[in-house]
């Protein structure tokens, strides 16, 4: 196989090379095509990796889902009206304050939905969502429902939103229900509540039970919830159905 060198005066001419010079050549041409293959594939990889990140768009089925726990949970907001009427009186009467423990009922379609669409803006939604159907269903807040609602579902955003919506995991969950207490807590007192001491023993005793039962019932359950549907495959739609199967 011919062959090119440059000779002294810098002009090219041709050879003949050996037959092992041949082969030679050809495993050096081959092995260097490989290296340029690979490298480029490397890079293609890469900028593909940068290229796509991870999408944090609505899709439909975020907002069907997302509704859905919104609807849900309206139903239950509207019948723990019935279960603080009979077990608030008696906690009101240990110990002024601890009626708190019960607002958790009211807290967890925010961290639920979040956890299960992984979308900004799922905590809202599925309060706003809920605090509508409750309000038409009929209660003693009125239009007020839905202020109250969408705090709740701001401050449970405000725990997933700190580590830019990539975590999800049970400690920013049980953040996320520790934060829509804080703001159930705080909008009661600064709407309704003003004649009462925020920081006396009522009010430090109401905002210390209200985290305790937005930590219990609206994170740590909700988490639990959420992976316990996850394994039923109803979420294999979402990546935190996905994650469940593989655990």
């Given at each position: 196989?011919?062959?090119?060198?440059?000779?002294?005066?810098?002009?090219?001419?041709?050879?003949a090379?050996?037959p092992?010079?041949?082969?030679d050549?050809?495993?050096?041409h081959?092995?260097s095509?490989?290296?340029?293959?690979?490298?480029?594939?490397?890079?293609s990889?890469?900028?593909?990796?940068?290229?796509?990140?991870?999408?944090?768009?609505?899709?439909v089925?975020?907002?069907?889902?997302a509704s859905?726990v919104?609807?849900?949970?309206?139903?239950?907001?509207?019948?723990?009206?019935?279960?603080?009427?009979?077990l608030?009186?008696?906690?009101e009467?240990?110990?002024?304050?601890?009626s708190?423990?019960?607002?958790?009922?009211?807290l967890?379609?925010?961290?639920?939905?979040?956890?299960?669409?992984?979308?900004?803006?799922?905590?809202?939604?599925?309060?706003?969502?809920?605090?509508v159907?409750e309000?038409?269903?009929?209660?003693?807040w009125?239009?007020?429902?839905?202020?109250?609602g969408f705090?709740?579902g701001?401050?449970?955003?405000?725990?997933?939103?700190?580590?830019?919506?990539?975590?999800w995991?049970?400690?920013?969950t049980?953040?996320?229900g520790t934060?829509?207490?804080?703001?159930?807590?705080?909008?009661?007192f600064?709407?309704?509540?003003?004649?009462?001491?925020?920081?006396?023993s009522y009010?430090l005793?109401?905002l210390?039970?209200t985290?305790?039962?937005?930590?219990?019932?609206s994170?740590?359950a909700?988490w639990?919830?959420?992976?316990?549907?996850?394994?039923?495959?109803?979420?294999d739609?979402?990546?935190s159905?996905?994650?469940?199967?593989?655990?």
């Amino acid at each position: 196989m011919p062959g090119l060198t440059t000779g002294l005066n810098g002009h090219e001419s041709a050879e003949a090379l050996s037959p092992f010079d041949s082969m030679d050549f050809i495993e050096r041409h081959k092995v260097s095509t490989t290296q340029e293959s690979a490298t480029s594939a490397s890079a293609s990889s890469a900028a593909t990796a940068v290229s796509t990140p991870r999408s944090l768009r609505w899709r439909v089925v975020d907002i069907a889902v997302a509704s859905v726990v919104g609807v849900v949970s309206a139903f239950i907001f509207w019948a723990a009206v019935f279960v603080y009427d009979f077990l608030g009186g008696p906690l009101e009467g240990a110990l002024p304050g601890l009626s708190g423990l019960l607002n958790g009922l009211w807290l967890f379609a925010g961290p639920l939905a979040l956890i299960i669409v992984r979308k900004p803006g799922a905590a809202i939604y599925a309060e706003i969502v809920a605090s509508v159907l409750e309000a038409l269903m009929g209660n003693q807040w009125g239009i007020e429902t839905l202020y109250i609602g969408f705090i709740q579902g701001l401050f449970a955003e405000l725990a997933f939103l700190f580590f830019a919506y990539k975590v999800w995991n049970l400690a920013v969950t049980t953040l996320s229900g520790t934060l829509a207490g804080l703001g159930c807590w705080g909008y009661s007192f600064f709407t309704h509540l003003q004649a009462i001491n925020w920081n006396g023993s009522y009010g430090l005793a109401n905002l210390v039970t209200t985290l305790i039962s937005g930590a219990l019932l609206s994170g740590i359950a909700m988490w639990y919830l959420a992976r316990g549907l996850g394994r039923t495959g109803a979420l294999d739609q979402f990546a935190s159905g996905r994650e469940v199967h593989k655990a």
